[in-house]
């Protein structure tokens, strides 16, 4: 069975930094693009940062400089990095999986349960 299950969320100051790991399971996903997409309440799903098989990057205006987004092929787990969080940072974040970049939340076929985030002020 094909898996992605995300841990890391939790309440944190605004300033403070948080990890999130993304663990697949069930098929190697070193060939596919990865990213990391959040929802807050009444929001729409939106892209954060995306990572191709490739190595290329691509993160959303609101958190460039601020997250990293990266790989372990080896353990076939996705990484976010966020430092200097924000309390618009709050959100429901999930980590997705296609064989090609994408931008668009619904063109990811593969998602995980989602893990929360919440920055107080």
């Known amino acids: 069975q094909v898996q992605l299950v995300e841990s890391g969320g939790g309440l944190v100051q605004a300033g403070g930094s948080l990890r999130l790991s993304c663990a697949a399971s069930g098929r190697t996903f070193s060939t596919y693009a990865m990213g990391w997409f959040r929802q807050a309440p009444g929001k729409e799903r939106e892209l954060v940062a995306v990572?191709?098989?490739?190595?290329?990057?691509v993160y959303a205006d609101s958190v460039k400089g601020r997250f990293t987004i990266s790989r372990d092929k080896a353990k076939n787990t996705l990484y976010l990095q966020m430092n200097s969080l924000k309390p618009e940072d709050t959100a429901v974040y999930y980590c997705?999986?296609?064989?090609?970049?994408?931008?668009?939340?619904?063109?990811?076929?593969?998602w995980g349960q989602g893990t929360q985030v919440t920055v107080s002020s």
């Open positions: 997705a999986a296609r064989w090609a970049y994408s931008s668009l939340p619904n063109d990811y076929p593969l």
């Open positions: 990572i191709t098989a490739g190595g290329s990057t």
